[in-house]
Every structure is written in C-alpha cells, then in structure tokens.
C-alpha cells in the first residue's frame, strides 16, 4: 500500500490539510489520513470552544485569522457536498480583553498592530465599556480593547465534520488506525507502520498528530516540544441574561462567555501547575478558587450561579513559544509540520490547511507567508512572543 501523502491526525488540523490538498487542482495526488478515534469523542477539536479572534499580537497570527473568519462566513463556497453547506452557527459578538494600568501599554501596542493589520477592533476606555456593557465592573480597569466584528466562536463539531465530509467527497481517504512507526532512509521520510493496517508507503509525511504530535516526530528521529497539556472547561447557568456578551478576559486570565443558554468558563494554569497530561479527569478546585471568584468580581450577576457541566481537553502546547510549528524540517523536506498551536488550532485550521498544503505540493508557502513559524526556529533560538496568550 503506497499514497503520496499519509497525514498523522484526522482533527480539524489534519482534515483541513487532506482538503486542501484534495482541492488543488494541480496536485491529483493520494492522500491518506490516519485518525486513531474516529468517534472523535476525546478529539482536542470537539472539546474546542473554538472561538475565533483578530486579537493578536504577531501579524502572521492576525493574517490567518483574517483567512480563518473568511472562511467560516463563507463556508459554503467551500465545503458544501451534494449542494448542502455546513451550518456553524457563528456568533459574532467579539473578544472584549480588559487590562488594569499594568497591563494598559501592552493592549495599546497590540491594537496599533491589529489597527495596521486591517483588523476591526476598537480601544474602549472603562467608561465607554461600563455604557456598552452596564454589567462588567471596570472599578479597578485601565481600558479594554474589543472586537467590533469577525470576532466570536462557531460549532466546532460541524467544522471538523464538514472538512472531513469534503476531503472524502474529493478523494481523500480515512482510515482509523494509529501510526506506530516512521520509516527514515538519511533525508527522507519512507513509509509508516500502522497498527493494524501495517507498512504504508509515503511519499509526504504530515505531522497533524495533536497533543500527540512529540511521539510521531520522534519516531522519525526529531525532537518536537509539543506536549499535551490538560485545560478544564466549566458550564454554568445565570439566572440573569447578560446582552451582546462578548467573549470576556479579566487581566488575570480567566474567561468567559455565553453558550447558548449557558454560559462556559475557565483559566489556564501557571507553568508550575500544568504538567504533561492526556486524561480527562476534572478538578473543580480551579473553578472554586480561581474562575468564580474572578467572575463574580467582575460581573456581579455571576455572584449567583449554577455549575451544571465540566469537561477536560488537551491543548498541543508549544512549550518553546506557543505558537504552531509550520512547514517542512529543513533536513527532512517530505516531513511537514502542522502542530502546537497551543489552542488556537481551530480558529487557524482554514489558514493552516491551506499552508501545509501548498508546501505539500509545491514546496513552499504561496498564499500567505508562513515561514517564521517553520522547524528552524527551534534551533537559532528565534522565539516568536504573541503577546495576547489565551
């Protein structure tokens, strides 16, 4: 069994990629993705809150979520099949970040560069966001920046499902299976082993393997600092209705928005407290301690809630800058990278899809230049800072 292209990983990452790549028409290749959980029922992009921002502080960052909300807005043009466009259900109601005084200069230098950017998002001050916001307290605020539009979250279930659905009608296949092993030969990838289905023949090899991601590139002789790192989503119910409620960030980095007719929070953890983790066990002690104090700060109604779900995912963590690692090794051309995005990898699925792709078939980015989140960085030491890590 041989394919031009085997891609480790059937997520949103791995299926934007097989659709990209099935969509070229100068490419006419095969394309064989292996998902090891095709219920995707533990998958990082189902348990996603795949929210989507402009927000940030690295052009490149802000260029692929400008792709990215293109592409959710007209997904139709896309990834219809039999003349049916997946329905996400977009809610576009922006990220609001609040910064105390400390915090005030880094938020004006990010909104100059998402300003340059094109991207449409407005500095408020605390009165201003009090008045388009009665129910945030802003008493201890310096000023907030919000997201005016192409700012919000969408179905990420129906994303996946519509890559997947698109990739297969155009001829890439699926298999559920587990890569277990990566054939080298000096500068070049050769085959994979998979767990049942044995040696498959590559032509290409792309790493979409998720938290998992480190274990596949060392089986092909690379160190990968991407590891899986647990986050813990908490679902509330308020009594209170809040209005046009944005995806809201306390300068302490606890957030919160609306989902449906309940509402979904959390906080990521200091380094110290975030170890290497692929189970789903819950710890509420975050919530208690950390998220709903914070919450019923900073919006009063909160003071009064009902905890009525929680759930675990896994980021790909970059643990070198937390930012993905894109494109092919330098030494190794036909291993392509498409991993640690570090929670940002639904939002930047299209953008990434299109980018591996293109290196995949043509040897190099085209439609949007990607190549400071290559390999290389790695190793020259070439840390690429967002400031707006969330």
């Known amino acids: 069994m041989a394919y031009d292209v085997v891609i480790a990983g059937g997520g949103v990452i791995g299926s934007a990629i097989a659709y990209f790549l099935a969509a070229l028409d ?30 940030f502080s690295t052009p490149e960052n802000i260029e692929m979520s400008k792709f990215g909300i293109h592409f959710v807005k007209h997904v139709g043009e ?27 200069a880094a938020l004006r230098a990010n909104h100059a560069v998402q300003i340059a950017h094109g991207a449409p998002v407005a500095l408020l001050s605390p009165a201003e966001i009090a008045a388009r916001y009665p129910y945030i307290a802003v008493d201890d605020i ?8 192409d700012e919000g979250w969408f179905d990420p279930y129906a994303l996946l499902m519509a890559f997947r659905r698109k ?15 990566v054939t080298r030969e000096g500068s070049r990838i050769t085959a994979v082993t998979l767990e049942r289905g044995g040696r498959v023949a590559c032509g290409a090899l792309v790493n ?7 274990t596949i590139a060392e089986m092909a002789g690379v160190q990968l600092p991407v590891r899986p790192r647990k986050r813990m989503i908490y679902v509330f119910d308020c009594r209170e209705r809040l209005a046009d409620c944005p995806l809201l960030i306390s300068p302490n980095g606890v957030f919160v928005r ?20 692929l189970d789903f066990e819950l710890d509420h002690s975050w919530f208690d301690e950390i998220v709903w104090p914070t919450l019923a700060a900073r919006v009063p109604a909160f003071a009064a809630i009902k905890l009525v779900n929680a759930y675990a995912c896994h980021y790909a963590y970059n ?17 392509h990278f498409a991993n640690g995005f570090s929670g940002h990898g639904m939002q930047q699925s299209p953008a990434v899809g299109r980018a591996i792709a293109e290196t995949v078939a043509y040897g190099g980015f085209r439609s949007l230049d990607l190549a400071r989140f290559g390999y290389a960085r790695l190793a020259s030491g070439a840390a690429i800072r967002e400031q707006n890590v969330w």
Do not use: K, W
């Open 142 to 149: 310096a000023g907030g920046c919000l997201g005016l539009a």
């Open 208 to 214: 979409a393997a998720g938290p998992r991601a480190a």
């Open 319 to 335: 643990t070198f800058d937390q930012n993905a690692i894109l494109g092919p090794h330098p030494e190794v051309a036909n291993l």
């Open 26 to 55: 100068d490419f006419g290749g095969s394309v064989l993705v292996v998902e090891r959980d095709p219920t995707y029922s533990e998958c990082s992009s189902t348990r996603s809150l795949s929210s989507i921002r402009m927000q």
């Open 167 to 181: 990739a297969i009608a155009l001829g890439a296949e699926y298999v559920h299976d587990s890569v277990v092993g």
């Open 258 to 277: 609306p989902d449906s007719a309940n509402y979904v929070c959390g906080v990521s953890p200091p380094a110290e407290r975030d170890p290497d983790c």
């Open 78 to 104: 896309y990834l219809s099949v039999d003349g049916r466009a997946p329905e996400l259900s977009l809610v576009e109601n922006g990220y609001l970040y609040l910064a105390t005084e400390a915090g005030l």
